[in-house]
């Protein structure tokens, strides 16, 4: 549970994938991911963001220069497996958004949705960036170090 200004008691996901990740639908702040304006979900991300920098502490188990939130995901919230891609926009650093749907982002989305029971071993889920449409398919193959990270966060 976060506390973000504007947007009250807002329940997000941390998750690690090559760097650690606040993750949340875009639904929760009343936004439509596909038919809003970017630089709407740019502020939201970045208010999440800087709400959990302030209010949590990140630690990475094994590496102390990767204990840092990198940025916000805000997704479609569809997380349940599916054939149909789910999409996403990754904001990072100093409010950039990436053009793709984020390797170390869809990293973490997909050991997320494993830990949580949403995508099982060598399950392919297609994820899709809503900044240029460009895809991105992954899966899970070790869940023991995927498991490793969130549990260790």
Known sequence: ???????????????????????????????????????????TA?????????????????????????????TDGKDAYSEEPTSNICVFADEQVDRSPTGSGV???????????????NQTRIFKSIATGSVFTGKSVRPELLCSIIKAF
């Open 1 to 43: 549970m976060v506390d973000v200004p504007g947007h009250g008691k807002v329940v997000v996901d941390i998750a690690y994938g090559g760097a650690f990740y606040a993750l949340v639908s875009a639904e929760k702040f009343g936004l439509d991911i596909c038919s809003v304006k970017t630089r709407d979900l740019v502020n």
């Open 46 to 74: 970045s208010a999440v963001t800087e709400a959990v920098k302030a209010q949590f502490k990140i630690t990475h188990p094994d590496n102390e220069d990767l204990s840092f939130l990198y940025g916000t995901i805000l």
């Open 107 to 121: 990293t973490a989305r997909i050991a997320l949705q494993y830990h949580k029971g949403l995508l099982k071993l």
